[in-house]
């Protein structure tokens, strides 16, 4: 009875995460990520066209229209139909409702390549990737390669689980209850500002994005020399960058902030979950003033800090007290109206200046076997960010790391001074950028 | 393959500088070879909407294609019965009224509310305005539509004005001005004229129900351009019905439909074919892939 419920409703309720991104999203701060993968051949649009027609039933949680309630923001299903079109220069550029037909979405092609940008209101990285990798799939099907399913591929002729439909921040919230006043991770108030890099902004329209392509092997074997994993070690080059800068932009001591880079976490590795739409957390390794620590000790705290806070325990103490936020009945009966520039101003004020930066590690991405030969490359790259206005996003794929960094700013000081280290390092790393 | 000398980083055929720290590539081996391109190349002036540009064009182009057919039409039909052009000039200038309102923002480089706003506004004065002329030789009735609607661009100006303006003539000022010359102005003409009740109020508050269902109609419901055209035309005629019904109260005493019946006619057309074009799918796709770029 549920089920159907659920498979035949037309509206959703947004997932706990996703509340909060209706408040912030801007032409600017558009709330988008993007895949993109390049194929080794030209991209026929008529054939991509077909492709996201033949899948999009599948997901029926992504063909929706965000609207606004009376106390909240919900999603409605959206019965018209997503086309494709040509990329533009800027990734992640903010969704027109009028062009893109009310979708979350847009899939996008250019030469060899098929891009697809999801807003985090509909899902997070996960969500989307699967969305991708099967439409990639249903695409050289209609190109007629027959890329045989290994099951790591969606199958569209199933029926959704249910499972895929649920907000599981609210499921594991109320199997484990609301959080006591010890167990409160709330990171929102009464924390020190970070800094946020200074720069000449960009106008709404440019977004900057340069991706380095580095042998995984390589970039592997330097983190364990550090004894640590990918995302930790590049995480610590990242914060020791972003020291640097603070060191060059910052000239009086006394004014020097915390340097701190959020680093989401896959919840679905830390509990059984099917959920296609949001369910990350963020774990944020903060270094205080004065005392900046050199390389190999930034390592070591890097990796102590993320193994220490990314435990499932901690973790789930996180997600109960971001739901009870959310279910407080302060906020919970306060209208729309009222509650959007409330949060909006929370957010610019205190949420976003909490992070000089994100880094946000998707981990290897695996495709069956004759996809593999015909998708050369995947790029991963986050939302533009115009308070920490550059950030970090890492996809690992058939031996390489593509590290993508994007940017709201004119010069380029993240990127130079973390792919020149990796460099000194005698990691090699090709670029591409818009 | 090229290595920025700065960074030792390896770059791609068509970087023409290191995308990190601008220093120029110079290697007399290779070819900068653009068309190799990762991503679309930023123009000049490229802003958000650069990729509807064309789409923009062209539906710029059909509107104004339509306009023009329901205008010539009418007028030569006119010209074959009565040798002169007589009714004919109600559904041109409705015709005229939807192109500057309709069809002229989609050949703007830059949508802004207040511009596109600005340029309706105006349309419906000027519209309004010749009316007048032609129904009464003269400026009678359309003088309090047109100064209200003076009055109310320049409230909403006020909130739209550029800062830079701004900054020397304060928005207060604006307004008390724009108040007072309007209330002395309405009181000149309304010492021997009684208008205001009976024509001034109704239009004004017709326009304002008309808008006000819109706005919220595109913000509840509706998105896809089809909708947006349908609700534009059914808008106008909405308009100009209750605009003929309250005009003709007010010179006659009693209501009637007279010239909006001919934009009704002009105008049905137009909205039965977005209606078809909204119910099938199957024509509205091919549009889609006809107009994506």
Same mark, same amino acid.
């Given at each position: 009875m549920e089920e159907n419920y659920i498979l035949e409703s037309d509206w959703y309720r947004l997932d706990n995460s996703a509340k909060i991104y209706p408040a912030i999203m801007t032409e600017r701060q558009t709330t988008l990520f993007r895949y993109a993968f390049t194929l080794t051949e030209e991209i026929d649009p008529e054939l991509l066209q077909q492709a996201l027609e033949i899948i999009f039933p599948r997901f029926p949680y992504f063909n929706v229209s965000l609207r606004k309630g009376f106390f909240w923001n919900y999603l409605e299903r959206n019965n018209d139909r997503p086309t494709v079109h040509c990329d533009t220069p800027a990734p992640c550029e903010s969704i027109n409702d009028i062009y893109n037909n009310g979708f979350l979405y847009k899939v996008l092609y250019f030469k060899k390549r098929i891009a697809v940008e999801f807003s985090h209101v509909i899902s997070d990285g996960y969500g989307a990737l699967e969305f991708t990798k099967t439409l990639i799939f249903e695409y050289l099907k209609l190109k007629g390669h027959n890329p045989e399913n290994d099951g790591s591929i969606m199958d569209v002729s199933e029926k959704p689980d249910k499972g895929e439909f649920l907000d599981d921040h609210k499921r594991y919230s109320q199997i484990y209850g609301k959080p006591t006043e010890e167990e409160k991770e709330r990171n929102l108030f009464g924390k020190t500002k970070a800094f946020l890099i200074k720069g000449r902004v960009l106008p709404a329209d440019r977004y900057h994005i340069v991706t380095g392509i580095i042998p995984s092997d390589d970039l592997r074997k330097k983190a364990r020399e550090y004894n640590a994993t990918i995302t930790e070690f590049l995480t610590a080059i990242y914060l020791e960058s972003l020291i640097e800068i603070q060191f060059r932009q910052v000239k009086?001591?006394?004014k020097l902030r915390s340097v701190a880079v959020q680093v989401p976490v896959n919840m679905r590795n830390k509990l059984e979950s099917k959920s296609m739409r949001n369910f990350s957390l963020f774990v944020t390794p903060t270094l205080n003033p004065p005392k900046f620590p050199g390389f190999d000790e930034l390592v070591g705290f890097t990796r102590d800090f993320i193994r220490e806070n990314a435990t499932t325990k901690r973790l789930i103490n996180i997600l109960r007290d971001n739901v009870s936020v959310g279910e407080s009945p302060l906020v919970k009966h306060v209208p729309l109206f009222l509650k959007l520039p409330i949060t909006k101003y929370i957010v610019n004020t205190s949420g976003s200046s909490q992070h000089s930066g994100t880094l946000s590690n998707l981990g290897l991405v695996k495709l069956p076997e004759k996809m593999t030969e015909l998708v050369e490359d995947i790029v991963f790259n986050l939302s533009p960010d115009p308070h920490a206005k550059t950030n970090a996003a890492v996809i690992g794929y058939n031996g390489r790391v593509y590290l993508t960094f994007g940017r709201v700013i004119k010069d380029a000081p993240i990127e130079r001074l973390v792919f020149r280290k990796l460099v000194k390092m005698g990691i090699h790393v090709k670029l591409q950028s818009n | 393959m090229s290595y920025c000398v700065e960074c030792g980083v390896e770059l791609a055929e068509?970087? %023409? %500088?290191?995308?990190?720290?601008g220093t120029v590539v110079n290697n007399p081996k290779r070819t900068i070879d653009l068309s190799k391109n990762d991503y679309p190349i930023y123009k000049k002036h490229h802003v958000l909407t650069n990729r509807r540009k064309v789409v923009r064009r062209l539906v710029g182009f059909i509107l104004t294609m339509s306009f023009m057919m329901t205008a010539l039409i009418p007028m030569l039909v006119d010209l074959r019965v009565n040798t002169a052009i007589t009714w004919s000039v109600y559904p041109l200038l409705s015709s005229l009224l939807l192109w500057f309102s309709i069809a002229v923002p989609f050949f703007k480089k830059r949508n802004t509310f207040f511009g596109d706003f600005s340029i309706s506004w105006w349309g419906v004065a000027i519209f309004v305005f010749i009316i007048d002329i032609l129904n009464s030789g003269g400026l009678t009735w359309s003088r309090y539509v047109i100064s209200s609607m003076a009055l109310v661009w320049v409230l909403m100006a006020g909130i739209f004005i550029p800062f830079k303006i701004r900054k020397f003539v304060p928005v207060i000022l604006i307004y008390i001005v724009t108040a007072v010359g309007y209330f002395l102005l309405l009181a000149s003409w309304i010492a021997d004229n009684s208008a205001v009740f009976s024509l001034v109020l109704p239009l004004e508050g017709s326009i304002l129900l008309v808008f006000l269902v819109s706005f919220f109609l595109v913000r509840s419901k509706m998105h896809g351009i089809i909708n947006f055209i349908l609700l534009i035309l059914w808008d106008t005629l909405i308009i100009c019905v209750l605009f003929d019904l309250i005009i003709t109260n007010y010179v006659r005493g009693s209501y009637a439909f007279t010239w909006s019946f001919i934009v009704v006619i002009a105008l049905l057309p137009l909205i039965i074919t977005a209606l078809i074009i909204k119910r099938r799918m199957k024509l509205k796709g091919l549009i889609s892939k006809k107009l994506h770029r």
């Open positions: 009086n001591p006394e | 068509y970087h %023409e %500088e290191c995308p990190l720290c």
